[in-house]
């Protein structure tokens, strides 16, 4: 990946953004890196998925967290919903799990002779749901509503979910037995896809050393509550700047892989929004009040790839998704002066 160092973060010396951040903006990396901190001591050695993964969260964005069993993808989930004082619910996917266990049923009250609506889980700030890929398609879509307009419609009403409302999803793309693939429409919904990966060495023999004395998820206690996320949250829409040619380089690098010969479905302008909000948050992170073009390469890959589906011939010779936004973004022209 290109490492670009654009002048004054590519904006004129006079331009308001080209000035430090500020204490605000300090207090936002301290806090950020704080809630990082209490997210590593649970997931070992894998400092720059958790910091995707929070990023995710500070975007508002949902995350899918796909990866094969024992690497810590719930556990990695769940230290993220100990770490901030908020509700969170936990959703068992299974075959048999139905769209009203999610989103709540309309009861008939013989008291007052009234209907009443009993919310699901997914009332809740954070929902974590394991293994999405194990309900029936019509229960996935039962998600669809909320993802995307934080309401869940039943009965002719419509309820508000609370915010921040973020589902984490866990999959295991191994496992193919008992297990229905996430149609486009769903997968398009998370802001992110991330893979955790196996630690490295070292890691695992940290792991494997302090099994005994290691902090579990039960045991993190939280480092902010949910009015200091929503602060962090729109401090990032209020603070960072995004320039013009930022925004041309985002939209052309999803228009790219829509022309690419082996693609059947490119990046969707909801993929581009995605890309922006997330790149918005790693200026943030960095103690920036503006994005650069780095921002926007660091976060194409876990923002875009799940948005690609190959031709099937493709497929057969070995290309991949990740591939395709590799590709793209080295073939669109990185903007180096960024004026507004």
């Given at each position: 990946?290109?490492?670009?160092?654009?002048?004054?973060?590519?904006?004129?010396?006079?331009?308001?953004?080209?000035?430090?951040?500020?204490?605000?903006?300090?207090?936002?990396?301290?806090?950020?890196?704080?809630?990082?901190?209490?997210?590593?001591?649970?997931?070992?050695?894998?400092?720059?998925?958790?910091?995707?993964?929070?990023?995710?969260?500070?975007?508002?964005?949902?995350?899918?967290?796909?990866?094969?069993?024992?690497?810590?993808?719930?556990?990695?989930?769940?230290?993220?919903?100990?770490?901030?004082?908020?509700?969170?619910?936990?959703?068992?996917?299974?075959?048999?799990?139905?769209?009203?266990?999610?989103?709540?049923?309309?009861?008939?009250?013989?008291?007052?002779?009234?209907?009443?609506?009993?919310?699901?889980?997914?009332?809740?700030?954070?929902?974590?749901?394991?293994?999405?890929?194990?309900?029936?398609?019509?229960?996935?879509?039962?998600?669809?509503?909320?993802?995307?307009?934080?309401?869940?419609?039943?009965?002719?009403?419509?309820?508000?979910?609370?915010?921040?409302?973020?589902?984490?999803?866990?999959?295991?793309?191994?496992?193919?037995?008992?297990?229905?693939?996430?149609?486009?429409?769903?997968?398009?919904?998370?802001?992110?896809?991330?893979?955790?990966?196996?630690?490295?060495?070292?890691?695992?023999?940290?792991?494997?050393?302090?099994?005994?004395?290691?902090?579990?998820?039960?045991?993190?206690?939280?480092?902010?509550?949910?009015?200091?996320?929503?602060?962090?949250?729109?401090?990032?829409?209020?603070?960072?700047?995004?320039?013009?040619?930022?925004?041309?380089?985002?939209?052309?690098?999803?228009?790219?892989?829509?022309?690419?010969?082996?693609?059947?479905?490119?990046?969707?302008?909801?993929g581009g929004l995605a890309l922006l909000r997330a790149a918005r948050v790693m200026a943030a992170t960095a103690g920036r009040p503006f994005v650069t073009p780095d921002d926007v390469q660091t976060m194409a890959l876990p923002t875009l790839t799940h948005r690609v589906v190959l031709r099937p011939d493709a497929e057969i010779q070995g290309r991949t998704p990740a591939e395709v936004v590799s590709r793209a973004v080295q073939a669109v022209p990185v903007p180096r002066a960024v004026?507004?």
């Open positions: 990946m290109t490492t670009i160092t654009p002048l004054n973060g590519g904006y004129p010396a006079t331009h308001p953004a080209a000035a430090p951040g500020g204490p605000e903006m300090a207090r936002f990396v301290q806090m950020f890196d704080s809630l990082a901190a209490n997210v590593t001591r649970v997931l070992h050695g894998k400092d720059a998925v958790v910091r995707a993964a929070l990023a995710c969260v500070m975007a508002e964005g949902h995350l899918l967290i796909e990866d094969v069993p024992g690497v810590g993808k719930t556990s990695l989930a769940r230290a993220i919903c100990k770490s901030v004082n908020l509700t969170w619910n936990r959703v068992q996917f299974t075959p048999d799990l139905l769209p009203s266990d999610i989103t709540g049923v309309t009861v008939f009250d013989q008291a007052t002779s009234t209907f009443s609506f009993r919310p699901g889980p997914v009332f809740a700030n954070i929902v974590l749901g394991d293994e999405i890929n194990r309900a029936s398609p019509k229960t996935q879509s039962a998600l669809l509503e909320v993802m995307q307009e934080q309401t869940v419609s039943t009965d002719a009403a419509v309820y508000p979910v609370p915010r921040p409302f973020v589902v984490i999803a866990t999959q295991n793309p191994i496992d193919l037995e008992g297990t229905y693939v996430l149609p486009e429409a769903q997968l398009d919904r998370f802001l992110m896809r991330l893979s955790v990966g196996y630690p490295s060495l070292q890691a695992e023999a940290e792991v494997l050393r302090t099994e005994r004395d290691a902090p579990s998820v039960e045991r993190l206690s939280p480092v902010m509550d949910r009015d200091d996320l929503l602060g962090m949250i729109d401090f990032v829409k209020r603070a960072v700047e995004v320039a013009a040619p930022i925004e041309h380089y985002i939209v052309a690098i999803c228009a790219r892989t829509r022309e690419m010969p082996e693609v059947r479905l490119g990046v969707s302008p909801r004026l507004r």
